[in-house]
């Protein structure tokens, strides 16, 4: 400021004085341009990596649209409505007709033949009755290394931990299950094990063999997935064959 | 001198000399008002700049790119269950605050004869003298039952579409933690009827929780406030159903459904 300045206003310390932005005043661009260690390093990387942006949109022959999509109002809100309608309608068409069941008053000296969560948990509750696949060590006497039920709420872990990493197991630009067949088989491994494993945990109710619906619940999901896998191998073919045809139909080879 | 504040950008000038229907005047005053206070111009500004990115930069979709004939719109349904599974979630928040009026989490005996609790009681109530009562119910609990079956169709839809892949990975964790939530919020839901299958299945979650290595016994007890069901399970599991895993879960959700809007559908390929 201006020594001038300073004699018509006295300065205010309390911080209420606003003061105009003069020449001296950095901006913002300047301020983070200026700035040290963490925030410089910030600073240069947003730089850094919207420049690479531009350079990438200049070069590319990406058409992007002028007029784009339809508009809010009212198109994507009446679809958005009409879809919403459609399926809070058929909630309601679901809860008019299958009204919901309430049993017993709960008493806990009297328990039930049958005891079971919500169909939605089955899975879990299956991976509970893995006991038998828990192995008894000969080191320690044909003792086991973990109580049966311990096991059960590992295997839970394993399986909800397994499915978080899958993205980082499986990489790459592949999207189509025919561009990837076994990890498409891994999913119907997965698929058919969840279902097989709540046929089990309901056993007492499946009218069949325990000892077979414990060996069909593992032996049924790589079946299924070693189908899946050979017909998907089988569709590649045929589906880089098309993907080829169309690639040098477009840009015949010179 | 006069005390009242100047009107530095003459906002009343420029509302005079405009031809404002009442709507916009009242808009407009509205508006004015609260931005005085609040800055709204600049959250505003972000808001439009969003709006723009989402909206007018949309790229050309992969079938409008490479001319496929819109071969797949018979895959839209499946894309539609992510939304499927937020509208059930809000149906299930309606009817469950509504049927929270009229429930109340006790096991105290509710009669004379001490066979059923007052919990199973206010359902019975719910269920047989409230007028809509089976009604609320039944869609609460079907809704719920649509938003689980939703959201495990629409984990398979991304697994087979690839869509978890670079750079979505955060989402698809994000989204592993909330299948558990709902299943946590169905399995919360299931004990809070305190029927002979409710009380049993809470009887294999203390079992469960016990047989967690190391921290078991102190799962249990913070779960299901101790080694047997009691009043504080029943306690526990109501302030969990209507407090703790709405707010968790609804901020998840809404997290989730801004990455999507950030990152853009991944497209079939």
């Given amino acids: 400021m201006a020594p ?34 963490l925030s410089r390093l910030t600073y240069e990387y947003f730089e850094r990596s919207r420049r690479e942006d531009q350079d990438l949109r200049m070069e590319s022959s990406y058409v992007e649209r002028d007029v784009l999509g339809f508009p ?8 958005n409505l009409a879809i919403t309608s459609f399926f809070v309608g058929m909630m309601i068409f679901l809860a008019a007709t299958l009204p919901p069941h309430i049993g017993a008053p709960a008493n806990p000296s009297q328990t039930p033949a049958v005891i079971l969560p919500d169909w939605y948990l089955y899975w ?25 039920r311990t096991y059960g709420v590992l295997a839970n872990l394993v399986v909800v931990g397994f499915i978080a990493i899958v993205p980082f197991l499986n990489k790459g630009s592949a999207r189509r299950p025919v561009e990837q067949p076994f990890w498409a088989a891994v999913g119907v491994f997965g698929v058919v094990f969840s279902i097989t494993i709540a046929a089990l945990s309901v056993k007492n109710l499946v009218p069949m063999d ?45 | ?28 005053t509205v508006l004015i008002w609260l931005d005085k206070r609040l800055r709204l111009v600049d959250y505003l500004e972000i808001l439009e700049d969003l709006y723009y990115k989402a909206n007018l930069q949309m790229p050309k979709s992969h079938t409008e790119q490479y001319n496929l004939d819109n071969k797949f719109w018979y895959w839209y349904p499946l894309y539609a269950l992510g939304s499927f599974s937020t509208i059930a979630y809000v149906v299930a928040a309606i009817s469950g605050a509504l049927l929270g009026f009229y429930y109340s989490p006790s096991t105290a ?7 059923a609790t007052v919990a199973y009681a206010s359902i019975d109530f719910i269920m047989t003298e409230l007028n809509f009562g089976f009604l609320l119910r039944s869609l609460h ?124 559908i991944a497209e079939p390929h």
């Fill in chain 1, 124 to 148: 879990s509750f299956g991976l509970l009755k893995l006991g038998p696949l828990n192995p008894d060590l000969a080191i320690l006497g044909g003792q086991k290394l973990m109580a049966d």
């Fill in chain 1, 210 to 254: 325990p000892h077979l619906l414990f060996d069909l619940t593992f032996l049924l999901p790589p079946v299924a997935g070693f189908i899946a896998y050979a017909v998907l191998r089988t569709m590649r073919e045929g589906y880089m064959f098309e993907l080829n045809r169309r690639y040098y139909r477009l840009r015949p080879p010179k």
């Fill in chain 2, 1 to 28: 001198m006069s005390l009242e504040r100047k009107d530095d950008h003459d906002h009343g000038g420029w509302m005079k000399s405009r031809e404002l229907s009442p709507v916009e005047r009242g808009y407009l």
């Fill in chain 2, 141 to 264: 609990r079907w809704s719920a039952q649509v938003m689980v079956a939703a959201v495990f169709l629409h984990m398979l839809r991304v697994y087979f579409t690839g869509a978890y892949k670079e750079p979505r990975e955060l989402n698809w964790i994000l989204g592993i933690v909330l299948i558990s939530l709902t299943m946590v919020f169905g399995y919360s839901g299931y004990i809070l009827t305190w029927d002979q299958l409710a009380f049993w299945a809470g009887q294999i979650g203390v079992e469960m929780s016990l047989s967690i290595p190391l921290a078991g016994e102190w799962v249990a007890q913070l779960l299901f406030g101790g080694f047997s069901l009691s009043q504080s399970t029943l306690q526990r599991f109501y302030i969990l159903h209507v407090f703790f895993l709405p707010f968790i879960t609804t901020t998840l959700i809404a997290i989730h459904i801004g990455i999507v809007w950030m990152q853009g």
């Fill in chain 1, 72 to 79: 809010t109002w009212p198109h994507e809100m009446i679809r």
């Fill in chain 1, 4 to 37: 001038s300045d300073e004699t018509d206003e006295e300065v205010r310390a309390d911080g209420t004085g606003i003061v105009p932005p003069d020449d001296e005043t950095p901006t913002w661009g300047e301020r983070k341009a200026r700035s040290q260690g």
């Fill in chain 2, 109 to 115: 005996a509710a009669g004379a004869e001490g066979s």
